[in-house]
T-cell receptor
Framework: GNSVTQMEGPVTLSEEAFLTINCTYT??????LFWYVQYPGEGLQLLLK???ADDKGSNKGFEATYRKETTSFHLEKGSVQVSDSAVYFC???????????WGAGTKLIIKP | DADVTQTPRNRITKTGKRIMLECSQT?????MYWYRQDPGLGLRLIYY???????NKGEISDGYSVSRQAQAKFSLSLESAIPNQTALYFC?????????????FGPGTRLTVL
């Protein structure tokens, strides 16, 4: 079946470091791709999304590009802050169904 | 005020007890979902509802039941709680805008079954 795989955490970085969290997907069609973020003690919220190949989603300094050739949607940020510490989830949804398929989540820890 | 609310936020119960988790939303969405979150497993879908009369099982519905009392309310019940149902439970809503639809989550209910 379809799946979403993201890098295991925790990922620990110093403030102002460059961030990459890898996400790859398998799908039979052309899914929409999402990054959700869960701050401590809160529910998930949408960070960014992309709906077709080569689209770039961006928000709060984070970016991710839909790469059909590598079936990837890696999350990047040029300079992380302590406030970016959270759990990040990659997810996909295909045309043929309504359900989101979730990655396992990657915990990000940013140290001052 | 929060768009998606969940009650209670925390609950400790004993094996065999019946538990109900409640979810309310003010977003006006028809679609509602219940997920559980376990460390390292991401989110798993328990049940979902596309309107008051349309309720569907998710990937892990065994041991759970739901009730959609109104467009704005969707409750999750554990008829006889067991320890491996200890988890963080989230309610979510979405609008029917196709495969790009955003899901909006409540703050979660942390359930511990002793």
């Amino acid at each position: 079946g379809n799946s979403v795989t993201q890098m295991e955490g925790p990922v620990t970085l110093s403030e102002e470091a460059f961030l990459t969290i890898n996400c790859t997907y398998t799908a039979t069609g052309y899914p929409s791709l999402f990054w959700y973020v869960q701050y401590p003690g809160e529910g998930l919220q949408l960070l960014l999304k992309a709906t077709k190949a080569d689209d770039k989603g961006s928000n709060k300094g984070f970016e991710a590009t839909y790469r059909k050739e590598t079936t990837s949607f890696h999350l990047e940020k040029g300079s992380v802050q302590v406030s970016d510490s959270a759990v990040y989830f990659c997810a996909s949804r295909e045309d043929s169904n309504y359900q989101l398929i979730w990655g396992a989540g990657t915990k990000l820890i940013i140290k001052p | 005020d929060a768009d998606v609310t969940q009650t209670p936020r925390n609950r400790i119960t004993k094996t065999g007890k019946r538990i109900m988790l409640e979810c309310s939303q003010t977003k006006g969405h028809d679609r509602m979902y219940w997920y559980r979150q376990d460390p390292g497993l991401g989110l798993r879908l328990i049940y979902y509802s596309f309107d008051v009369k349309d309720i569907n099982k998710g990937e892990i519905s065994d041991g759970y039941s739901v009730s959609r009392q109104a467009q704005a309310k969707f409750s999750l019940s554990l008829e006889s709680a067991i320890p491996n149902q200890t988890a963080l439970y989230f309610c979510a809503t979405s609008d029917p805008s196709g495969r790009a639809a955003t899901q909006y989550f409540g703050p979660g209910t942390r359930l511990t079954v002793l």
